[in-house]
């Protein structure tokens, strides 16, 4: 079975600190994925990665950043965190044919 | 701007009673997908509709996909409890590249 993890299930963070969001698969997938997911708007791709060091914006990338070194880890960098990022952060891997994403549990970030 | 719908974002249904549930798209997909969040969890992959026509059935759910119409369909056939979830749709549009973009969600009770 496929099987993709995060670092963290809850985190709280104060607002300003940089918050680091850990995702490991373990499927040897190229592709990689960070969404958030707010009620009413289903889930937003914030960044994704096809390779190893290769990134590429999705649909809300302002006020992330983030960084894969290891073709299995794929990390989501908040540098300021702000209280408008707030939410679940969802972590993904497929292979570039799919079809399907694989998802992780889920890090429910709260920023206060 | 890209679209994906869904309709409706809230549906409450008795046990034994059957509903669909409709996700519309406003761009060419060559695939077509259906995942299922239980409450803090994370999304499991119910479906892939890779063609037009194509119908997929698992249980109590079948979904169908019209890409000429852009729409596809998850239909609840004499639902119980255990359905109980959120259910997404996810296109994969053609100038997207690897990327999926998701219905905002619908939330399905099943009343005992």
């Known amino acids: 079975d496929v099987k993709v993890t995060q670092s963290s299930r809850y985190l709280v963070k104060r607002t300003g600190e940089k918050v680091f969001l850990e995702c490991v698969q373990d499927m040897d997938h190229e592709n990689m994925f960070w969404y958030r997911q707010d009620p009413g708007l289903g889930l937003r791709l914030i960044y994704f990665s096809y390779d190893v060091k290769m990134k590429e914006k999705g649909d809300i990338p302002e006020g992330y950043s983030v960084s894969r070194e290891k073709k299995e880890r794929f990390s989501l960098i908040l540098e300021s965190a702000s209280t408008n990022q707030t939410s679940m952060y969802l972590c993904?891997?497929?292979?570039?044919?799919?079809?399907?994403?694989?998802f992780g549990p889920g890090t429910r970030l709260t920023v206060l | 701007e890209l679209k994906v719908e869904q309709n409706p974002l809230f549906l409450s249904m008795q046990e034994g009673k059957n509903y669909t549930i409709y996700c519309n798209y406003s761009t060419t997909s060559d695939r077509l997908y259906w995942y299922r969040q239980d409450p803090g969890k994370s999304l499991e992959s119910l479906f892939v509709l890779l063609s037009n026509g194509a119908v997929k059935q698992e249980g109590r759910l079948m979904a169908s996909l019209d890409t000429k119409a852009r729409l596809s369909t998850l239909h609840i056939t004499a639902a119980v409890h255990d359905l109980s979830a959120t259910y997404f749709c996810a296109v994969h549009p053609m100038e997207y590249g690897n990327k999926l973009v998701f219905g905002a969600g619908t939330i399905l009770r099943v009343k005992s």
């Open positions: 993904a891997s497929s292979r570039p044919s799919g079809p399907w994403e694989f």
